[in-house]
Structures are given as structure tokens and as C-alpha cells.
């Protein structure tokens, strides 16, 4: 019969180093776009005043404070943005908006996303998902 080729233990730790590696860094991406800990089909309404912006990657982070306290609005990307009706110079701190989307189901996580609409009204901005007919909007997240 002829012989298995033999691997050593060297080329075989290399290996399930580098299988290890690839399923760890996954992690992050996978957990990051789960929505298990919210509602998808809820249509929450938080009417607040902005009160700090993070125009950044991976979300567009809104902090609104409302009669009800404060929420972390965690809306799309920037690249979403660029590819919408949405730019930077658009939104202030002290500006008013009115969020439709989904909240964390833990009540004491103060968190808001799957953003269905974003509205202000100072502004007359208004974005939604999905985009009305005649709108290039991209899905939530992207």
C-alpha cells in the first residue's frame, strides 16, 4: 500500500492557528449586525433635540434627549449617507428630530436603530426607509 503523506505537528498548528484566526475576526461582524435584541417590525416615535453627533463608521450615532430621557440613535453609515439625501453639515447639536425606528427590548438599554424615518422639521429634512418612490435611499445599516 502506499504511504500517507505525514504532516508534521509544525504545519498542522500553523493551520488550525490560521482557521482559529479567520473564525475569531468573523466574530465582530456577525455580532454587529445582529438584531436579535430588537423588534424589527416596531415603529417607535422619539421626538428629541440632538445633542451629540458622531459622524462616523460604523453607524452614524445620534444622542437625542427627549421628555423621556436620553437615546442613542445608531442610524446608517456614512457611505449609506453619501449615497442619500444625508450630509454632515445638515445636522447640528440643538437641532430637532423625530426618529421612527425600533428600540433595545431591555428597557434599561437606551438605544434606538432600524431606523424606518428621520425627520427635521426645522430643516424640512426628511429621509425614510424604504425611500418613497423617486428617492435613492439605501437599506438601514448600509
Known amino acids: 500500500m502506499p504511504s500517507q503523506p505525514r504532516y508534521s505537528r509544525r504545519y498542522h498548528c500553523q493551520h488550525v492557528a490560521w482557521l482559529v484566526t479567520l473564525l ?3 466574530a465582530p461582524v456577525l455580532a454587529h ?17 440632538i445633542t451629540a453627533i458622531t459622524w462616523a463608521n460604523p453607524h452614524i450615532i445620534f444622542m437625542v434627549h427627549s421628555a423621556d430621557g436620553d437615546m442613542r ?20 447639536v440643538g437641532n430637532e428630530l423625530i426618529i421612527i425606528g425600533s428600540r ?7 438605544i ?30 448600509l
Open 73 to 92: 440613535i445608531e442610524w446608517i453609515t456614512v457611505t449609506g449617507a453619501d449615497k442619500t439625501s444625508a450630509s454632515k453639515d445638515q445636522f447640528a
Open 104 to 110: 433595545n427590548l431591555d428597557p434599561d438599554r437606551h
Open 24 to 26: 475569531l475576526s468573523a
Open 33 to 49: 449586525h445582529s438584531y436579535a435584541d430588537y423588534d424589527r417590525a416596531e415603529r417607535f416615535e422619539l421626538r428629541g433635540i
Open 112 to 141: 434606538m436603530t432600524l431606523v424606518k424615518e428621520l425627520h427635521m422639521p426645522q430643516s424640512h429634512f426628511d429621509w425614510e426607509y424604504p425611500a418613497p418612490a423617486g428617492r435613492k435611499q439605501l437599506a438601514p445599516g
